[in-house]
Nanobody
Framework: QVQLRESGPGLVKPSQTLSLTCTVS??????????WAWIRQPPGKGLEWIGY???????YYNPSLKSRTSINRDTTKNQFTLQLRSVTPEDTGVYYC??????WGQGTLVTVSS
C-alpha cells in the first residue's frame, strides 16, 4: 500500500522559503496514476490546495499561491517536494502531502515566525 511521509523544518522565518519533502513508499511516483499533491490547513481554517505534480511530471498550482510555489520531484528517491517562497505568518499551518486525495501523509506543522 502506498504511504506518504512529510518532512522538513517546523519553523521558518518570515520572508524565507518553506521547503518540505514527501517520501513515498509502496508505490512509484512515476507509474502510479495519482497526482501527488500538497495541501495545507491554517489554524482554525479549512483545507487549501497548494498544487500537485502528476506521474508524468506536469504541475498545477493554486492561482493564489502560484507566484510563490514550486513543486518538484526526485524520481531516484521517490520523493516530491514543495517550496513556498517569501513566507509570512499567514503561511503557518499543517502541511499535508497526498496521493490523489485518496491517501494522505500524517501532516507536519510549519510555523512562520521570527
Amino acid at each position: 500500500q502506498v504511504q506518504l511521509r512529510e518532512s522538513g523544518p517546523g519553523l521558518v522565518k518570515p520572508s524565507q522559503t518553506l521547503s518540505l519533502t514527501c517520501t513515498v513508499s509502496g508505490g512509484s511516483i512515476t507509474t502510479n496514476s495519482y497526482y501527488w499533491a500538497w495541501i495545507r490547513q491554517p489554524p482554525g481554517k479549512g483545507l487549501e490546495w497548494i498544487g500537485y505534480i502528476s506521474d508524468t511530471g506536469s504541475t498545477y498550482y493554486n492561482p493564489s499561491l502560484k507566484s510563490r510555489t514550486s513543486i518538484n520531484r526526485d524520481t531516484t528517491k521517490n520523493q516530491f517536494t514543495l517550496q513556498l517562497r517569501s513566507v509570512t505568518p499567514e503561511d503557518t499551518g499543517v502541511y499535508y502531502c497526498s496521493a490523489g486525495s485518496v491517501l494522505w501523509g500524517q501532516g507536519t506543522l510549519v510555523t512562520v515566525s521570527s
